[in-house]
């Protein structure tokens, strides 16, 4: 259900500190601990998909907390090279690949209280989150549910994330457009994919960032609030 209230989101607002290329200026400050989420590099080829950690045996960087993609294959910061593919293998900005967050979503349910009550967060400049069709926005609900978080427009939707991970492990043909925020109600976490980054951020009590860190699923790093994640983030490589 489109979530209505003017002030759901202000608390969130309040507690972003810095600037959009850091981690405090897109996930609320606040939460004990951080953790970095890299996505996995997909491509049009039924080949599996490698981690950054084997895509970096092989180019000698290091994968580290604020690495960068382009700097991980070799690349420069120029334009050009900030979405160039390795091998044909590239992550998706904006959203975790499908079986990492399947992966995710029992990690976050475990680490509320109120699993039912979880905010979903679109972006409203996407093509696909448009009201009618098979978006599931009604025109009422685009019009009333908009909200502005760390300068994007969204769209805040209310529901059950268990049966949100019922959906993409058991029908994932079925699910469209993951969002690119989470929390749930009682605020006892914060999961952002921002559309301009090729990992998801969690912030959160420290036995659920444990957790994800442990997830052999997830390829994560512990992070600092005050991380750079711009394109020059990555001074490793």
Not at 32 to 50: F, G, K, Q, T, W
Request: hydrophobic fraction near 40%.
């Amino acid at each position: 259900m489109p979530v209505t209230d003017p002030a759901a989101a202000d608390w969130a607002a309040e507690r972003f500190q810095g600037n959009s290329s850091q981690i405090s200026g897109q996930v609320p400050l606040g939460f004990e601990a951080y953790c970095r989420i890299l996505h996995r590099p997909e491509s049009s080829n039924d080949v599996p998909p490698p981690r950054w950690a084997d895509i970096a045996a092989e180019t000698g960087a290091i994968v580290h907390p604020a690495v960068q993609w382009h700097r991980l294959i070799g690349g420069t910061d120029a334009d050009k090279d900030l979405y160039a593919s390795w091998r044909g293998f590239s992550p998706r900005h904006g959203q975790l690949d499908p079986d990492s967050f399947a992966a995710l979503l029992p990690h976050l349910m475990r680490a509320t209280m109120d699993p039912e009550g979880t905010v979903f967060g679109f972006w409203s400049g996407h093509f696909d989150v448009r009201p009618g069709g098979s978006s599931g926005f009604t025109q009422a609900g685009f019009d009333t549910a908009r909200y502005t978080l760390a300068g994007r427009k969204l769209i805040l939707l209310q529901g059950n994330l268990a049966a949100m991970a019922e959906q993409v492990t058991q029908h994932p043909q079925t699910v469209g457009r993951f969002p690119m925020v989470m929390w749930p109600r009682d605020r006892s976490w914060y999961a952002l994919s921002e559309i301009d980054f090729d990992s998801t951020l969690v912030g959160g009590r420290t036995d659920l960032i444990e957790s994800l860190i442990n997830d052999v699923k997830l390829e994560s790093f512990h992070v600092l609030p005050d991380l750079d994640l711009s394109c020059w983030g990555d001074t490793v490589n």
